[in-house]
């Protein structure tokens, strides 16, 4: 048995502990924010935050995640006023939007541990998280934003 918090409420699994936390979350718990994108932890869109880390889900075990918070885009901010979404929105990063869940989560959690991040600070966190419209310019934008710094 696996016990877990998924947006600050009680989680229970007693299935098969390689489960991809991934499917969990969508099939199980009905959470389909998070994304399936490559299934490898190449390409981010699968994004979540494991005890305040942004982590792939499509790779992480259930059964390795016992007594462990998973937060995920709809416990982010239920209204969507976390400063990540705001930004987002406000600076029309998103295109296609299949990547965005994951490059927000990515990008909150780099807040977290950086509160004023520098260029460098950003690629180098948000590296692994591909988007194939190319929007990475409007993200650090929006990164940046969130940050309070320059829009």
């Not at 600050?8 to 991809?20: A, Q, R, V």
Request: proline share 5%; hydrophobic share 35%.
């Amino acid at each position: 048995m696996t016990n877990f918090t998924v947006n600050g409420k009680p989680h229970s699994f007693d299935g098969d502990p390689d489960m991809p936390l991934l499917w969990y979350l969508r099939d199980i718990a009905g959470m389909t924010g998070t994304k399936f994108g490559c299934g490898q932890a190449l390409c981010g869109a699968c994004t979540v935050h494991l005890d305040g880390a942004a982590t792939r889900s499509c790779v992480m075990r259930i059964g390795d995640i016992d007594g462990q918070e998973v937060t995920t885009i709809e416990g982010l901010s239920p209204d969507g006023s976390h400063p990540v979404q705001v930004a987002w929105r406000e600076l029309n990063v998103a295109q296609c939007g299949y990547c965005q869940v994951g490059q927000i989560m990515q990008a909150a959690a780099l807040l977290n541990e950086v509160p004023n991040p520098s260029d460098e600070d950003i690629d180098a966190a948000m590296t692994g998280n591909i988007c194939r419209c190319g929007t990475y310019p409007r993200i650090r934008n929006a990164i940046k934003q969130a940050a309070g710094g320059a829009k």
